[in-house]
């Protein structure tokens, strides 16, 4: 292999950069899980969880786990055998949400819709409407679509879910979302909140969080579906202790530490203005190119458009993989493919997590570059576009 000079991109929408300061957090050696000094470690990133989260009350809890970890805590600790769950389709992520709970065995139901479109909250109400006897036990939305680069309106969903009277929990899936677009777990009446490390909290893989309102914890007290690990009802007996069914992940926790103040320091809304505006130039490039028949934005409301990920639809003809696999290979930039049946249509730019105008601005002349070298049909000037946008705004 001929070495390859430069640093490689991370433009995939997470796992996202890991900050130095955090790499650095977690360079140190292990504690006893048990002394105070950890707990008070434990104590300090569960408070700080909570103003990401904004929520004053929720229970936080976090496991050692992907994002697919604390989905099914989610829904094991609130569910019980033949409860009926209502998943309004996003894409990707709404499908995999629904397979996983199918797989507990619990029943599903599906709001069809395109994927290059918001949910529609009317179409929630209408259906929790007609479930007279409040058999749906909980609305799973997925709050930001990471595979098609859509932001649900989560307060419009719980406008329509209070409209329609209906006792039905709100499981809202953050994991593209948190620390990079508005997500207020209080005011929108959430009642899980899933979360993951590895997007804009800046951390590797591997610690997922659910925040749970009263209302939930309540239902979980009840639920009768098999959990040990995932137990909220295990892990919050015992104020001021860990909460850990067994060994708490140490270092996942200095970085979350870290990861938590630099988020502090900026400031999050400071956080959330620089998501929109990276996001914002993205968009611009995107269509600047977009002329000519050309490459466009997959999602085709623009108020939908997130700020954490774009999806770039290929012209027809076009393989999407072929194209990133390129760009990786000559000029290591990591762009996301398209996920199930986006996969060769769609490739997703992420601008999400410690990046600034230079990251982003560096991607979007790759991306121009390879549009030009590999003969892709697009207009020019998109990179100008960001700039501009960049440089006004
Ligand atoms: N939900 C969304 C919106 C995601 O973007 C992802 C991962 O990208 C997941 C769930 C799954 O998370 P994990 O890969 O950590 O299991």
Redo the contacts with the bound molecule.
């Keep these: 292999m001929t070495y390859r000079p430069g640093r490689e991109f991370l433009n995939i ?2 796992p996202t950069n890991i900050p130095d300061r955090v790499l650095g957090a977690m360079h140190r050696p292990a504690l006893d899980f048990l002394s105070p000094e950890f707990i008070a470690i434990n104590q300090e990133c569960l408070a700080g969880l909570r103003a990401v989260l904004k929520t004053e009350s929720a229970e936080i809890i976090a496991y050692a786990a ?4 604390s ?1 099914e805590a989610a829904i094991t600790n609130t569910c019980s055998p033949g409860d009926l769950l209502l998943l309004p389709e996003t894409g990707n ?1 709404s499908e ?2 629904r397979r996983m709970i199918d797989a507990t065995g619990l029943r599903t139901e599906n709001i069809a819709s395109e994927w290059n479109v918001a949910i529609k909250p009317d179409a929630v109400g209408a259906r929790l409407k007609a479930d007279t006897g409040h058999e749906i036990k909980a609305v799973c939305v ?6 098609t680069g859509i932001i649900n309106d989560l307060a419009a969903i719980r406008a329509a879910m209070d409209e329609a009277g209906h006792p039905a929990l709100l499981m809202v ?1 953050t ?2 979302s948190l620390a990079s677009m508005d997500f207020r777990f209080d005011e929108w009446g959430v009642d899980v909140a ?1 979360a ?1 490390s ?2 804009g909290l800046m951390l590797p ?1 591997g610690l ?1 969080i659910n925040a749970v309102s009263a209302k939930a914890m309540k239902v979980a007290q009840d639920a009768t579906l098999p959990r040990r690990y995932f137990d909220w009802r295990e892990l919050t007996a015992v104020e001021d202790r860990m909460r850990f069914a067994g060994t708490a992940p140490l270092h996942m926790f200095y970085a979350l530490q870290e990861g938590l103040a630099m988020l502090a320091e900026e400031g999050l809304e400071n956080v959330l203005a620089r998501h929109s505006r990276l996001g914002e130039a993205t968009r611009r490039a995107v269509e600047a190119w977009s002329s000519s028949n050309g490459v466009s934005l997959f999602a085709v409301n623009p108020p939908e458009r997130s700020d954490s990920v774009t999806a770039v639809l290929m012209p027809e003809g076009i393989d999407a993989e072929a194209f990133r696999a390129r760009v990786l290979a000559e000029s290591k930039v990591a762009l996301g493919g398209g996920l199930g049946k986006l996969n060769g249509r769609v490739l997703r730019i992420g601008h999400l997590g410690d990046l600034n105008e230079p990251m982003l601005l560096g991607a979007l002349a790759t991306i121009e570059l390879h549009l030009q070298r590999q003969g892709i049909p697009h207009g020019k000037g998109g990179v100008a576009a960001a700039v501009s946008y960049l440089a006004e705004n």
Excluded: A, L, M
């Excluded at 992907?66 to 970890?69: E, L, M, P």
């Excluded at 997925?142 to 595979?147: G, Y």
């Design positions: 929408p997470g992907t994002g697919h970890g989905w992520f995999s949400w997925v709050h930001n679509e990471t595979s899936d994991i593209s899933v993951g590895q997007k893989v997922g």
